[in-house]
């Protein structure tokens, strides 16, 4: 079956967001090639976890493209965390006013999204389910 136009909205979303966790963890290694670390295995560890997290978030986008619901919720943690740390952003001085939209926005259309499809794919299992029972007699 073809990916509805949601299903393909909520994984490119994701799929965004793992490319700009690798660009940002090659951000990262150019620092660190220009000595800016002040510790070079906290510097490594923090490019591996970077890197660990974008390729999660490209196989929650795979995930959800193939209509999986781990997919889904993991995705929607994630948008979840994206704006619990956005949120946190506002009480910082000066505002990082472009950190937290761009942190922010991307994540609560994430969440909406992911949403959304959550619930289409319930009400769609739920009539697969009643169309497949067989029925008492």
């Known amino acids: 079956m073809r990916a509805s136009r949601l299903t393909i909205a909520a994984a490119s979303l994701l799929a965004l967001e793992a490319v700009a966790l690798l660009v940002l963890a090659l951000v990262e290694v150019f620092g660190l090639s220009e000595g800016d670390a002040a510790s070079l295995p906290s510097a490594l560890a923090l490019i591996a976890l970077t890197a660990v997290g974008a390729v999660g978030l490209g196989a929650l986008a795979f995930a959800v493209l193939r209509r999986r619901s781990f ?8 948008q979840v965390i994206a704006i619990l740390i956005a949120l946190s952003a506002l009480g910082v001085r000066p505002f990082p006013a472009l950190f937290v939209g761009a942190l922010g926005i991307p994540g609560l259309i994430g969440a909406v999204l992911l949403l959304v499809l959550a ?15 067989p029925e008492k007699e």
Do not use: P
């Not at 997919?71 to 994630?78: I, K, N, P, T, Y």
């Open 71 to 78: 997919g889904r919720s993991g995705g929607l943690v994630v």
């Open 119 to 133: 619930r289409r794919e319930g009400a769609e299992a739920r009539r697969r389910a009643d169309v497949e029972k």
